[in-house]
Every structure is written in structure tokens, then in C-alpha cells.
């Protein structure tokens, strides 16, 4: 259980800081026009890197 919250938590937390990257216009990689400069994924995906944050969390301090 704990490696597996881990795991999903860290996907997560780093697929919601790509969001951000794209959603802002700080990367384009890969070029996707429909998530580069459009605030409402960067948005999305610091929700989703919050939530990651807080499953590592969770698995880390709370299920020992």
C-alpha cells in the first residue's frame, strides 16, 4: 500500500508540475496547442501536484 501511494503520488505531483509548465508557457514540449499559454491547465495541474504532494505525504509520514 505504501509503495503504491508513493508511487501514484509522485506521478501525480510530477504530471500536475508539467501541467503548470505547459499551462503557463514555460515549456512546450511536445507541442500541444491546446495546453500551452491556457491558465486553466496550470491551474488543473497545481491541484494535481498538491494532491500528489499530499499522497507522498500521507505514505511517507502517516503509514509507517
Known amino acids: 500500500m505504501k ?3 508513493l508511487a501514484i503520488g509522485s506521478l501525480l505531483a510530477l504530471l ?4 503548470v509548465g505547459q499551462g503557463t508557457g514555460l ?3 511536445p ?3 491546446e495546453m500551452v ?3 486553466e491547465w496550470a ?3 497545481g ?3 498538491a494532491l500528489g504532494a499530499s499522497l507522498v ?3 511517507r509520514w502517516r503509514l509507517q
Do not use: M, R
Open 57 to 59: 505525504w500521507f505514505a
Open 37 to 39: 499559454n491556457h491558465i
Open 31 to 33: 507541442a500541444n496547442p
Open 27 to 29: 515549456f512546450t514540449w
Open 3 to 5: 509503495f503504491t501511494l
Open 47 to 49: 491541484w494535481a501536484a
Open 16 to 19: 500536475g508540475l508539467h501541467w
Open 43 to 45: 491551474v488543473l495541474g
